[in-house]
C-alpha cells in the first residue's frame, strides 16, 4: 500500500516562508508525477503544483504567482514544497498526492498565515 507522509508545516507570520516535505513508500517514485494539493476549511482541494517524473518541468496554479517551488528527490522519495512569502489565504491543509484532484494523498500538514 502506498505512503506519502507529509511534514513541515506550521503557524507563521505573512511574508514567511515554509518547507514542506513528503516521503513516499512502497511505490516506484521514480515512474509518478508528484502533486500537491491544498484544501482551506469549508473548502474544496485545489491544486497547487505539480512536477514530471524527473524533476525537470514543474507546473503551478496561478494563485502561486512565483512564490512556491516544488523540488523532487528520487533517491530518496521525497518531494517538497517551498512556500515563500506567505499570505493569509494560504492557511490551509497541504498534501502531497499521486493526481491532481488528491484522490491519492497522505494525511497532510497544517500551514497557518496570520498576525
Known amino acids: 500500500e502506498v505512503q506519502l507522509v507529509e511534514s513541515g508545516g506550521g503557524s507563521v507570520q505573512p511574508g514567511g516562508s515554509l518547507n514542506l516535505s513528503c516521503v513516499a513508500s512502497?511505490?516506484?517514485?521514480?515512474?509518478?508525477?508528484m502533486y500537491w494539493v491544498r484544501q482551506a476549511p469549508g473548502k474544496a482541494i485545489e491544486w497547487v503544483s505539480q512536477v514530471d517524473e524527473g524533476g525537470r518541468n514543474a507546473y503551478y496554479a496561478d494563485f502561486v504567482k512565483g512564490r512556491f517551488r516544488i523540488i523532487r528527490d528520487n533517491p530518496r522519495k521525497t518531494v517538497h514544497l517551498r512556500l515563500n512569502n506567505l499570505e493569509p489565504e494560504d492557511t490551509a491543509m497541504y498534501y502531497c498526492?499521486?493526481?491532481?484532484?488528491?484522490?491519492?494523498r497522505g494525511q497532510g500538514t497544517q500551514v497557518t498565515v496570520s498576525s
Open positions: 498526492a499521486l493526481d491532481r484532484r488528491g484522490t491519492s
Open positions: 512502497d511505490i516506484a517514485f521514480g515512474g509518478h508525477w
